[in-house]
């Protein structure tokens, strides 16, 4: 399964939330975190190992074809386990690597499409002509964060609809404070499927070693929560779409109703 966490302003933690998510996964499964952002990465800066060998190395290797373990063989470990592929910091050699894979054999869906095996990619802020728009429509999900206050949900509100049709899937998170859940699904006309906790213990866990400071934080419950839904049916069309309210006002009906934020309210 390839999953791709995105923005589409400001910074509302797509990178926490990405490698929480990864590092959350079920454990049957292999999970890769791919930082595939064109403003470029920050992994590689804070585990303090070169980009060279990681997403750029990745680039690289498809000019000459690879094969699905291409990714894994140029992923570090975090501290905690979780294999990650790093950007550079770079913003030019970032989107260059990414326009690079876009063009070549896609060992990024190669790697997501192995059994058991989920590959999330932190595509970052979503402007129009991303370099990383190929991955993120490839995508069996997009998971789409945004603060919930008035600035970040006007820039919403017309792109939105752009955005439910990126992948197979698009699922709506809010991250941090602002306006409530209600507000934001009558404000938008599309019910966000929850909240991203504002977990600092939580954030600083996904560096350390030990995985269960993680899954004990409301970060990783929550992170786990999704990673479960997504593994674990095939949604209903409206379920866990993006839903331009004009388009399908009956399906928006479904999504408001309630029961999904229950759920999802950390
Ligand atoms: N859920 C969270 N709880 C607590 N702190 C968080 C959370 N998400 C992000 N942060 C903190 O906010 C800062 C920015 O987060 P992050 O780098 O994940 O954002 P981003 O959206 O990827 O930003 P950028 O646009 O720079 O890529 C970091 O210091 C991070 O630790
Ligand atoms: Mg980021």
């Known amino acids: 399964m390839l999953v791709s966490v995105v923005s589409l302003k400001g910074s509302p933690g797509v990178t926490t ?3 929480a998510l990864a590092a959350s996964w079920p454990s049957a499964g292999r999970a890769l975190l791919v930082e595939a952002d064109p403003s470029g990465g920050d992994l590689a800066v804070r585990l303090g190992v070169p980009a060279a060998l990681g997403l750029v190395g ?8 690879c094969d699905a373990e291409a990714l894994w063989r140029h ?5 905690g386990g979780l294999g990650v592929v790093v950007a550079p910091p770079d913003a030019e050699q970032a989107s260059g690597a990414l326009r690079a894979l876009a063009e070549g054999v896609d060992v990024i869906r190669a790697a997501a499409d192995q059994s058991d095996t989920v590959v999330v990619a932190d595509c970052g802020r979503m402007d129009p002509g991303s370099s990383a728009m190929a991955i993120v429509q490839r995508s069996d999900v997009v998971v789409l964060l945004s603060r919930a206050h008035a600035e ?3 820039h919403l509100l017309n792109r939105l609809d752009a955005v439910g ?3 197979r899937r698009a699922v709506f998170l809010l991250a941090g404070t602002g306006y409530s859940t209600v507000e934001v699904a009558w404000a938008l006309g599309v019910a966000p499927l929850g909240r991203v906790p504002w977990d600092r213990v939580g954030a600083a866990a996904l560096w350390g070693r030990s995985r269960r400071g993680l899954a004990r934080s409301a970060l990783g419950r929550f992170a786990h929560k999704l990673a479960v839904e997504l593994t674990s049916r095939t949604p209903e069309p409206a379920e866990l779409s993006i839903v331009p309210p004009s388009a399908q006002p009956a399906a928006l009906a479904v999504a408001t109703k309630g029961d999904l934020e229950g759920r999802w309210t950390p």
């Open 17 to 19: 939330f990405a490698v």
């Open 58 to 65: 990745v680039a690289a290797a498809v000019r000459h074809g």
């Open 75 to 79: 992923s570090r470990q975090l501290p």
């Open 152 to 154: 970040d949900l006007a």
């Open 165 to 167: 049709r990126w992948g």
